[in-house]
């Protein structure tokens, strides 16, 4: 076999092995530069205002490699996340969304129940479509590349919603024409609204106390 023929066949032969999957192993290594702000219970961020930030353990895997590449890309334009994802591979993407995505709690069942939306809310919540993509009690999404967000805390959604509203600002806006779309028409005492309410909803996801030192 001339070398020519060698080397399109090692080519072709690398086109269709499958991409590597995810490894959670790997992605608990990684993850020494998320537990200063998302290993600590109750920890709040300082930009673009005073919020606690989201909490990841339990979330959809597919969601946090989204958000990662988005902000590795500018998409979301928050300057720390996009530094720390700007120093991440594909693969570290992966391997750190399958890690958080494991360390979720099963989503809690009877004697809990769910606490139903005011009439105003719930109005603006089919305004919003908001359980269209979010799901059964926002703990479902209809797909992994979408997060689950009850039980995050309200200050972190209203900023995130927020970020939406302003998705052309240049150090904290989220740009993402679905979302933006939804939130454009909303005013900041409705979405404080909707940020409350979903944020008191049983949730999957939790904070896992990460040591530094370990």
Same mark, same amino acid.
């Given at each position: 076999m001339t070398l020519f023929r060698l080397l399109t066949a090692v080519a072709v032969a690398l086109a269709v092995l499958p991409a590597m999957a995810q490894d959670a192993q790997r992605?608990?290594?990684q993850a020494a530069m998320c537990i200063g702000c998302h290993g600590i219970p109750g920890y709040r961020a300082?930009? %673009?205002e005073v919020y606690q930030v989201p909490k990841i353990a339990g979330q959809n895997a597919a969601y946090i490699q989204a958000a &990662?590449?988005?902000?590795?890309?500018? *998409?979301?334009?928050?300057?720390?996340?996009?530094g720390i994802s700007g120093s991440l591979s594909e693969q570290d993407m992966k391997d750190l969304a399958a890690y958080y995505a494991q360390l979720?709690?099963?989503y809690p069942? /009877?004697?809990?129940? %769910? %606490?139903?939306?005011?009439?105003?809310v719930a109005k603006? =919540? *089919?305004k919003g479509a908001c359980i269209s993509c979010h799901g059964a009690n926002f703990n479902k999404p209809i797909s992994d590349a979408y997060p689950k967000i009850a039980g995050q805390p309200a200050d972190y959604l209203l900023v995130a919603l927020r970020s939406y509203q302003q998705s052309k600002h240049t150090t904290w806006g989220r740009d993402n024409a679905i979302m933006a779309n939804q939130v454009k028409d909303?005013?900041?005492a *409705?979405?404080?609204?909707?940020?409350?309410? &979903?944020? /008191? =909803? %049983? /949730? *999957?996801?939790?904070?896992v106390s990460q040591s530094p030192l370990r």
């Open positions: 992605g608990e290594k300082s930009f %673009p &990662l590449n988005a902000y590795a890309k500018g *998409e979301r334009k928050h300057p720390s996340m996009r979720g709690a099963p069942t /009877s004697p809990v129940t %769910p %606490p139903a939306p005011s009439v105003d603006l =919540l *089919e909303f005013k900041p *409705e979405l404080k609204a909707i940020a409350k309410y &979903l944020a /008191s =909803l %049983p /949730s *999957e996801m939790k904070t």
